[in-house]
């Protein structure tokens, strides 16, 4: 019922510059937390970045402090994600996360996450 879509990836040079967007669609209540995970080939997922509901808590990965910046338009359902200064350390597959409260209910939300959408960042 619940689904995030992510948009914005793709290959650039060393030193590029990509926007992610990713859209919650479906039927819920609210959305918590929203956030960014990446996965290289042969390395665990990790967080890139996450944001509060509104915006009052913010967290970045040592490594991207500086470069990357989230943003949310709450109004859209959209978390986004500016990517500057590209290396290719920041080469993976992206994945949008958010806590989702499906029901008024009850408070308690499940996890969901988009399907993921490749950043190559190569000379």
């Known amino acids: 019922q619940v689904q995030l879509v992510e948009s914005g990836g793709g290959l650039v040079q060393p030193g590029g510059s990509l926007r992610l967007s990713c859209a919650a669609s479906?039927?819920?209540?609210?959305?918590?937390?929203m956030g960014w995970y990446r996965q290289a080939p042969g390395k665990q997922r990790e967080l890139v970045a996450s944001m509060s509901s509104r915006g009052t808590t913010t967290n970045y990965s040592d490594s991207v402090k500086g470069r990357f910046t989230i943003s949310r338009d709450n109004a859209k359902n959209t978390v986004y994600l500016q990517m500057n200064s590209l290396k290719p350390d920041d080469t993976a597959v992206y994945y949008c996360?958010?806590?989702?409260?499906?029901?008024?209910?009850?408070?308690?939300?499940?996890?969901?996450w988009g399907q993921g959408t490749q950043v190559t960042v190569s000379s």
């Open positions: 996360y958010g806590h989702i409260v499906t029901s008024a209910w009850t408070s308690r939300g499940n996890d969901y």
């Open positions: 479906g039927t819920f209540f609210s959305i918590a937390t």
